[in-house]
């Protein structure tokens, strides 16, 4: 089940980005990520998955101002059961249809990205521009999805 973020998942979201940090950079120590998540929750801007024992194994985060995805990990235990594809579905629902949508993302090549660039791929991502290393110093890109004009 996907639902909002609320603050009672503060520390679910926390144990999520301390096991991918080797992926993403620091995170749990960073003051700027920690109030950047308590954001997403006060402005509903931030979704999970959620098992039947109601545990959190997935999240997204958006950010409407710029129109982008900006987080998004699953456990590496409950990876490949849909829980990404549902979250990015959920995350593109509730951004602007009618304009680009971006992420930024794993370089092709990036051994452990290629799961997240397949999925992005699938959903008509398109990578756009080099972004450079992130914090895990890991070469990512900006993939864009063009707007989903309605006639």
Known sequence: MIRLVTNQDLDAWMELAREVEPLFGEMVGNEDFINGIKGCIASQSAFCVVNTDSEVEGIVAINKAVNEIAWLAVREKCRGKGYGYQLLERAIESL?????????????????GEAARKMYLKFGFKDDKDSGKNPAGIDTVIMKLESLRVC
């Open 96 to 112: 602007d249809k009618s304009k680009p949508i971006y992420v930024q993302t794993f370089s092709p090549g990036v051994k452990a």
